[in-house]
């Protein structure tokens, strides 16, 4: 089965024109969003726009892509709101313009940040409004242009941008601790599928990956390691008309795959080194029935041929063969000798009865 | 070898966390000795919240390093951040960290050496003393940025109160961060053969780090003397071997 992961990275599908990436400080989904843009500059006839405002640029772009004329950056780290006194376009009109004077053809759209371009613009009503105008201005581009964001949660926007409203398609990406799935498999039994049934696991994943504070605690409190590994869960959540080859919808389609900078991004949950330990586990296998008590005994309880024999030839005094004693000739007779008491009379008594 | 060299890098911003019982003085006395014995053309600037220059100057001495010399030809720049916050209901402040962040910039561009590294010492009295958290965020942010322009690298000193549970500058500061060093007590409590714990992160940003890092499960184990540190690793100090 193709990874759903790198489908969603590489070749966005028609009409999923919306990506989003969710973080948390348990768990960075960077290096995704940085293979997204990797991809993105590689592929021709495609513009790329990323704006940068909390990440430095060097953490998406190496050198050689950089120089790319595909890809545009827009460099806003330095425009903190209070500390930068250089004097140019506000924030939003200066995304909007960027963005609406990208040369023709399909586009990509990539925020690094959604949260600092909240607290910049100073109201998430704002922000709200211009990503969704950044979405109209990519859909309208068409074929597969996509907008690109990346949020840490929790966020007061993620709930407004995962809403139908906002866009009707999307592919959302999560990146989860894999010292989350480890926790799920020794303290609530669940292991992740294929080791688990789908909907016992899904049943007790969501609402946990949901309460942020018990990955946190998982991966900084005292059992925790303190930050978290390079490589990660994730899960993939695909929502709306993503038509595969035989055209056929898919309402939402929810899996959880790997990503493990070793094995080259995404993999299977099994490749994930942190996890190989649910997969290797052995099964517990059934007791060979009751004990046998005759095994490991100092004395002998077995019998020598001979011994057998003449155990054999021993008469067992009450068991009964089943056949009758042997016939002596003489049937079965009651014999009686009447002594001077008895007063036996061979007439029948009744016969005088008139009745 | 522990604390690895180039650490960190210019550019580069290096988170040190500690908890009350596991302070990490002797981590940042350590990087401004290293950094000024480095190269003539190593500067520093300080920028000390909590700490005066006094005590400064007496754990340097413990190192046979005279900060005096190094003040008198502006190698090493004291910045007493006190003196430059804003605070209080009277005045307008729209940023009470601004004036702060503007003595630091002057202070880089004051005579650029290539080698430069900036001190903050500590980042959570701020919000202790009243900053509200975005307004510390926002200063987090310019000032790595201005690191990032001026080719400086950064060393940032935040208190833990709540160990298990990022605070809320935390959470900006693990987004900002190139490298986090943890410095935890012992779980099992006081030592006398070992002060502490340090474990080495990485920053959500960083890409291709040139130091591996270093969970809290095989952290590496120090101990404080009057000399300075010794760090081992777990299971193979003085008290065990």
Same mark, same amino acid.
């Given at each position: 089965m193709p990874s759903l992961l790198s489908s969603a990275i590489a070749h966005p599908?028609?009409?999923?024109?919306?990506?989003?990436?969710?973080?948390?400080?348990?768990?960075?989904?960077?290096? !995704?969003?940085?293979?997204?843009? *990797? *991809?993105?500059?590689?592929?021709?006839?495609?513009?790329?726009?990323?704006?940068?405002?909390?990440? =430095?640029?060097?953490?998406?772009? &190496?050198?050689?892509?950089? +120089?790319?004329?595909?890809?545009?950056?827009?460099?806003?780290?330095?425009?903190?709101?209070?500390? &930068? &006194?250089s004097a140019g376009p506000s924030l939003k009109d200066e995304i909007l313009e960027t963005v609406r004077s990208a040369p023709a053809g399909p586009l990509n759209v990539i925020i690094d940040?959604?949260?600092?371009?909240?607290?910049?613009?100073?109201?998430?009503?704002?922000?709200?409004?211009?990503?969704?105008?950044?979405?109209?201005?990519?859909?309208?581009?068409?074929?597969?242009?996509?907008?690109?964001?990346?949020?840490?949660?929790?966020?007061?926007?993620?709930?407004?941008?995962? *809403?139908?409203?906002?866009?009707?398609?999307?592919?959302?990406?999560?990146?989860?601790?894999?010292?989350?799935?480890?926790?799920?498999?020794?303290?609530?039994?669940?292991?992740? =599928?294929?080791?688990?049934?789908?909907?016992? #696991?899904?049943?007790?994943? !969501?609402? !946990?990956?949901?309460?942020?504070?018990?990955?946190?605690?998982?991966?900084?409190?005292?059992?925790?390691?303190?930050?978290?590994?390079?490589?990660?869960?994730?899960?993939?959540?695909?929502?709306?008309?993503?038509?595969?080859?035989?055209?056929?919808?898919?309402?939402?389609?929810?899996?959880?795959?790997?990503?493990?900078?070793?094995?080259?991004?995404?993999?299977?949950?099994?490749?994930?080194?942190?996890?190989?330990?649910?997969?290797?586990?052995?099964?517990?296998?059934?007791?060979?029935?009751?004990?046998?008590?005759?095994?490991?005994?100092? #004395?002998?309880?077995?019998?020598?041929?001979?011994? *057998?024999?003449?155990?054999?030839?021993?008469?067992?005094?009450?068991?009964?063969?089943?056949?009758?004693?042997?016939?002596?000739?003489?049937?079965?007779?009651?014999?009686?000798?009447?002594?001077?008491? +008895?007063?036996?009379? &061979?007439? +029948?008594?009744d016969e005088d009865l008139d009745i | 070898m522990f604390p690895p060299n180039g650490l960190p890098l210019p550019g580069e911003v290096l988170l040190i966390t500690d908890e009350l019982l596991a302070p990490a003085d002797f981590l940042l006395h350590r990087h401004l000795t290293t950094h000024l014995k480095d190269s003539k053309d190593s500067r520093c600037v300080l920028v000390s919240v909590s700490e005066d220059l006094g005590r400064w100057k007496a754990v340097a001495q413990r190192s046979n390093m005279n900060l005096t010399q190094y003040l008198d030809s502006h190698t090493l720049v004291f910045i007493d951040a006190i003196s430059y916050l804003t605070l209080g209901p009277d005045e307008n402040t729209g940023t009470p960290l601004k004036s702060l962040f503007q003595q630091i910039r002057s202070a880089l561009c004051f005579g650029t050496g290539p080698n430069t590294t900036i001190l903050l010492d500590d980042i959570a009295s701020f919000e202790w003393m009243g900053v509200p958290v975005a307004d510390i965020a926002h200063f987090m942010r310019a000032l790595s940025a201005l690191c990032r322009k001026s080719d400086a690298s950064l060393v940032i000193r935040h208190h833990v109160t709540t160990p298990g549970e990022p605070d809320d500058v935390l959470r900006h500061l693990l987004q900002l961060c190139t490298y986090h060093m943890d410095v935890f007590p012992l779980s099992s409590g006081r030592s006398g053969s070992v002060s502490g714990q340090v474990a080495l992160h990485f920053g959500p940003a960083t890409t291709a780090p040139a130091h591996r890092s270093i969970p809290r499960s095989v952290a590496v184990q120090y101990r404080l003397s009057d000399a300075g540190s010794v760090f081992f690793d777990r299971g193979t100090g003085s008290g065990v071997l």
């Open positions: 599908a028609r009409n999923q024109h919306l990506l989003l990436l969710q973080s948390s400080i348990a768990q960075t989904c960077l290096p !995704i969003l940085r293979e997204v843009v *990797q *991809q993105a500059s590689e592929r021709a006839r495609e513009m790329t726009v990323l704006f940068c405002l909390l990440y =430095p640029p060097s953490s998406f772009v &190496d050198g050689s892509h950089a +120089d790319s004329n595909r890809v545009q950056i827009v460099d806003r780290t330095y425009g903190v709101p209070g500390y &930068d &006194d940040s959604v949260d600092t371009l909240a607290s910049d613009l100073d109201s998430h009503a704002e922000c709200t409004r211009l990503l969704s105008e950044l979405l109209f201005i990519v859909r309208t581009r068409g074929g597969p242009s996509r907008l690109t964001l990346h949020v840490l949660a929790p966020s007061p926007l993620l709930p407004l941008l995962t *809403q139908t409203r906002f866009s009707p398609t999307l592919t959302h990406l999560t990146a989860h601790p894999p010292a989350l799935l480890a926790h799920l498999a020794t303290a609530y039994l669940t292991p992740p =599928p294929p080791l688990a049934a789908p909907e016992k #696991f899904w049943g007790v994943f !969501i609402p !946990i990956a949901e309460r942020h504070y018990e990955c946190e605690r998982l991966v900084f409190g005292p059992a925790g390691e303190g930050g978290a590994p390079p490589e990660a869960a994730v899960e993939v959540l695909v929502r709306g008309a993503a038509a595969d080859g035989a055209g056929r919808r898919r309402g939402v389609e929810r899996v959880l795959e790997g990503w493990s900078p070793a094995a080259g991004g995404p993999c299977e949950l099994r490749e994930l080194e942190s996890l190989k330990a649910l997969w290797t586990k052995k099964p517990i296998s059934e007791a060979q029935g009751a004990p046998d008590p005759t095994q490991n005994l100092p #004395f002998n309880l077995n019998l020598t041929p001979e011994q *057998q024999r003449s155990r054999a030839q021993v008469p067992l005094p009450y068991a009964h063969n089943g056949k009758p004693a042997e016939q002596n000739g003489v049937p079965a007779a009651i014999l009686y000798d009447p002594d001077s008491a +008895d007063d036996l009379d &061979d007439d +029948d008594p | -």
